[in-house]
């Protein structure tokens, strides 16, 4: 079996959650391998990632070179094919930076693509069996995949659970001599923090989250009068801010927010994952949706077929009838 | 004999006989004129053709009741009876005007016809005229200065007011009117003094005001007033005549035109291209108007003869909710447009896009097509059609909001705004404890005398179907053999038309037409008056239309529709009326009778009701449009319920009861105020046919 | 500027229910609407609007069949100058890395300054974009959502991240870049716009226009299969509610307080 590699992303020497989840994804692949972490950087925040993953990485390959002090794809692409192993399985997470890197990697590589896995069901031969969604989410699908020419694999955040491993003890091995000049036609220029706006959602115990079900911008209020009544706060999901209904601020998933709240309530959201790759924490979920079908039930704590529309209103009402009992 | 005071045409002006001044007077300011209105033709000619000399008949009708009859004026009591009278004067002062004129080349003119005691009894009536002609200016400028009607302001987007020249040209008239009665007073008054016959003044009018001032002023004084006042007449009237056509009073000579080539089909809508068949239009480069010399020259005479009155802004609902439309200002900016790029000298700019420069995508899109300002409009002037031109230019260069692409696309691809299936839309009658009750037929392969045409709100929307199976219900009651077509219904279209999409339009109705026809049914029935419109005025070829408003009255006339009493004696019901059941098709009082039927039943009316129906915030595809307002239209009409004394609001069209559900709730009058619609209520009334008798 | 872009036609689904067919090995498929991905269009109104701004044209071109040459009239009637079909039987069942050389072969015969992608389509993958820069050795970003172009054949784009963060980088021409959604506000178009293209050539290239090797492609080529189609386990989503919604509201309301607490 071709060696495992996993490559990891930090950010100010801190690794990404998906170390854990990419660890256990290649334990799928083969149970009997140790999978070897990549990291690339520059100075002690690389050395810091690095000593973390020897906590649950048997082996930890450091690259480390001034141009990749901002992890820029064009470049870490290039100093992994100069550093890998003919053959290899690459690892990574399914969010902007492994969408960026993987699939080009893919080719340079000569390895097959596969991205986005829920689950990893293993060898048959030669062909990884794998399941994959489409559709928004609302179907999955088992793929096979050859990969004996190697592969690189991204892997949906969250889906893989962390193992309970015991600590590895890992050493780190410093290969950041064999990758070579680096150069690319894309440079880094700066990164341009969102607005916060007036509400800081990532703050909220609860949030009242809206998505396309809320259908016009009119209707947005429903989900604030409910807001105000539990002292929380209205978000959304992409849908609603590509339409202008709410600022990307208010946006929770892989391209908006990470929120952490207690209790998220999922109003008119189908539940596509990106979406989801937002919410952190495990809070306890109660889904709205008229579609029985929608695949947010499938991640939600309890769900409820019915017309947010009708069924929000009545809600804020019952709460306002809690507080006046309470007082 | 002597004349007591010189004429005109004999005196000497400064060193020129007056007969000369007066001809060089009449000719350069005819010359002006003339050259002037050659100017304000100019654009006309560039703009677009417009059918519009068929009917004469019915045109001179027009004429006499809009024109002459005066008929839209008392709809403002105040301004209209101010404008009547107004009127009357200038139609009655045309002839003295002319006969004034020439006394200045021909002494002793008489106006042919006009001699003797006809002659006398005119300069009576005449005099009459002119002072109230006089005393109305007067009023008009104090209203305008102390109690100026809210509709006439201009809102700082929209440009700025013209109070000042208001003023002027009341003063100008006023001047005009005094310079004739000066005219003829000092004249009688000079001739009084000498004893001679005068021209009879009739008492209190403003010639014999002057004349019984003047009784003792001295005769070169009063020559001097005499000479003076004409020549001021003089250069005063052709001041106006060629000062009218750069503002508001140009209406004085166009509006005559305006009303003469007024829209006769009232109710449709102009086609994309005059004289350009449905089958040609692919060859059109460019669909509607985008600029200026798109709109046709009816239209553009439209910009010209507009009052700027604000009566139909007064009435739009889009305006009295904030929205960035003002009907009004549609006319004036165009007006403007044209005056600033067709100057007198020079040559014209043109070819610029409006649309982002004189106006705003969103003032376009506001529009609901109620036709409240056309109803309102004393020069018949067409807003609704100008504003779906400006639709179709957008549409076809792609610039509409994005909230309206997605229902447009599903329309095409699956016949409803709503991207629901095709198949499904006979689902709401497929209801298995309904079918039992009520079997609806589905035309495909069986017959039927009439064809319900339910419509894709009625169809798809869970509330609405309520509408569609009570309409059901009904039609079996009356035993009307009908029959729906199912899935083979795509949406009339209706807004589609209005909203600028005409060949997705034209697709939708053909596919309709030719469902309709091979059903071979002979009359359609349908609870949605959009539909209703769409059959009667955008459709051709297809069997004619009621509205189920009308079965029912008929049903309550004949008998075959009874009603029980209404449990709630206490319940006090308004009836609100739908634009396009209403204004567009004056069906105002069969859905009247239906409720005045039911025993026990109290109704009121709304302040603005009929023809002055308030809009609910429009139907079809205006309900996916997010249109920046400061209330919503359905709030409004809930409030003016609620004013009435009203707890039940009755709607026939499921667009006015989407809307007003929602606006009871977000007025937050919930429970305090209901809504429903007529065939619910019908329905709920209808006596049970005694089971014994069956 | 020339403009390249690649789009796909794919079934809507966001307003049907997904069902499988009879034989269970792909969704029914017969009642579906079809249309332009919604990233692929984004991309087309982002390259009219820099041609817009600095001339060029913009060619579309899709791998697929007869059905599929729909998209590309689409797209013409928005203001694409051309459209390129790309089809032979020898390209069913490609993976998606063969329909990165089917592209990458049709690219090698023009020259093209640009290549847009939408960021991903029905199936999730977000993956041709990437390898079609990285066979061609040009520089590529995904999830692209804005561009602005620069003097000296270079490109500012910024990139979405996490958190609504933009990544904002430099990157020279010629390039790949994937589109995100929400970029900009894409142009109507209508029945009356395609009817207007219906009769412009679209040509169509082959295996043996593209110098493509057939075993480079296709069924036997491809080294992902998907092989079937299954709803995923509900075994352990959400405890559905039941009961009158007076019923369900009182008790949503209790396990708010319960959970979050009521501030």
Known sequence: MARIFAYITHRAGIIDDSAAELLSAANKIDPAAAPTAIVTGSGAELDSACASLCASYAEVWKLSDESLAYPNAELVRKALVNVLPPGSIVLAAHEHFGIDLAPGLSIKLGAVFASDLLEIEGMEGLLLKVVRQEFGGQVSAHVQCDISSGAVLTIRPGAFKALAISPANGQVVDRSADVGTLTAGRRYLETVVAETGDIDITKQNILVSIGRGIQEKDNVGIAQDLADALGAAVSCSRPVVDAKWLEKSRQVGSSGKAVKPKVYLACGISGAFQHLAGLKGNPFIIAINKNPKAPIFQVASVGIVDDLLELLPELTNKIHEMRKVAA | ?694 | MEILVCVKRVPDTSENEIEFNPEGNDIERDELVYGVNEPDNYAVEEALQITARVGGQVTVVTVGGEDDEEVLRREMAMGASHGVLLADDAFSGSDARSIAAILQAFLRKGKYDLVLTGVQAEDGGAQVGGMLAAMLDYPFASLVNSIEVLDGRKLRISREVEGGNREVSEIDLPCVLSIQTGINEPRYVGMRGIRAVASVPVPTYGVTDLALDPNTVGETAAKVKRLDYFLPALGNGAEMLHGSREEIVARVADLIAAKGGLR
């Open chain 2, 1 to 694: 004999m002597m004349e007591t005071i010189q004429s005109p045409a004999q005196a000497t002006y400064w060193l020129v006989q007056g007969r000369e001044l007066f001809l060089s007077i009449y000719v350069l300011g005819s010359a002006c004129f003339f050259y002037i209105v050659a100017r304000r033709l100019a654009p006309l000619l560039r703009g677009e053709r417009d059918f519009r000399f068929d009917r004469p008949l019915r045109r001179l009708r027009n004429v006499l009741q809009f024109w002459l009859g005066q008929w839209r004026h008392p709809r403002y009591r105040g301004a209209g009876t101010i404008h009547i009278l107004i009127f009357a004067g200038f139609i009655v002062l045309a002839t003295r005007a002319f006969w004034v004129l020439a006394l200045g080349i021909s002494d002793g003119f008489v106006m042919p016809g006009l001699s003797g005691t006809t002659g006398h009894v005119y300069g009576i009536v005449a005099d009459y005229a002119s002072t109230v002609v006089f005393l109305c200016m007067m009023i008009a400028a104090i209203r305008r200065l102390a109690f100026t009607p809210a509709r006439y302001s201009v809102p700082a987007r929209y440009g700025k007011g013209h109070p000042a020249d208001a003023i002027f040209l009341l003063a100008l008239i006023a001047i005009l009117m005094a310079a004739d009665s000066l005219f003829q007073g000092s004249k009688a008054a000079a001739l009084a003094q000498q004893g001679r016959t005068a021209e009879f003044l009739p008492v209190l009018s403003l010639p014999w005001i002057f004349k019984d001032s003047l009784l003792s002023t001295p005769l070169p004084t009063l020559q001097s007033l005499h000479l003076g006042a004409y020549l001021v007449h003089g250069l005063t009237f052709f001041f106006l005549l060629c000062y009218r056509p750069f503002g508001i009073q140009f209406h004085v000579e166009t509006s005559l035109f305006s009303l003469y080539f007024a829209k006769l089909d009232r109710g449709t809508l102009k086609p994309v291209r005059w004289g350009v068949s449905d089958e040609q239009l692919g060859q059109v480069k460019s669909f509607g108007v985008k600029k200026f010399e798109d709109f046709t020259w009816k239209h553009m005479l439209d910009f010209y003869s507009c009052a700027d009155c604000g009566r139909c802004s007064d009435n739009c609902p889009a305006n009295a909710v904030g929205r960035p439309l003002s009907p009004r200002f549609i006319g004036i900016k165009a007006r403007d447009y044209a005056f600033q790029h067709y100057p007198m000298f020079g040559s014209s700019a043109n070819g610029k896009a409006l649309v982002g420069d004189i106006y705003s995508e969103d003032e376009i899109w506001s529009c609901t097509t109620c036709g409240a300002c056309e109803e309102e409009c004393p020069l018949l002037v067409e807003s609704i059609d100008k504003v779906v031109d400006l639709r179709r230019g957008l549409v076809d260069d792609g610039d509409v909001p994005q909230s309206l692409q997605r229902p447009l696309k599903a329309l095409e691809s699956r016949g409803n705004p709503y991207g629901k299936m095709e198949k499904k839309r006979a689902d709401w009658a497929a209801a298995p404890q309904f079918q039992q009750t009520c079997a609806v037929k589905v035309l495909n392969g069986k017959k039927a005398d009439a064809l319900y045409f339910v419509d894709s709100i009625t169809s798809y929307d869970d509330r609405m179907q309520a509408i569609g199976r009570a309409t059901a219900e009904i039609l079996h009651h009356v035993g009307q053999d009908f029959g729906i077509l199912g899935a083979a219904e795509r949406d009339s279209g209706h807004e589609v038309r209005r909203f600028g999409e005409e060949t997705l339009f034209q697709a939708l109705r053909d596919h309709n037409t030719e469902a309709i026809t091979a059903s071979g049914v002979r009359r359609i029935v349908t609870a949605d008056p959009h539909a209703y419109n769409a059959l009667k005025h955008d459709y051709k070829d297809v069997p004619p239309v009621e509205h189920i408003s009308q079965v029912i009255a008929r049903g309550v006339k004949t008998g075959t529709i009874k009603f029980h009493p209404v449990d709630n004696q206490s319940d006090v019901y308004t009836y609100h009326d739908p634009c396009y059941l209403g204004r567009h098709n004056h069906i105002y009082q069969e859905p009247r009778n239906v409720l005045d039927a039911i025993p026990g039943l109290k109704r009121v009316e709304m302040s603005r009701s009929r023809d002055r129906s308030f809009c609910c915030g429009g139907g079809g595809l205006m309900l996916f449009y997010e249109p920046k307002e400061e209330q919503r239209m359905g709030v409004k009409r809930v409030q003016m319920a609620a004013e009435a004394g009203a707890n039940v609001i009755v709607t026939a069209c499921p667009f006015c009861m989407v809307n007003i559900e929602d606006a009871i709730k977000v007025a937050g009058l919930e429970g305090k105020m209901t809504a429903i619609d007529l065939v619910e209520l019908t329905q709920q009334q209808i006596a049970q046919k005694d089971p014994k008798a069956a």
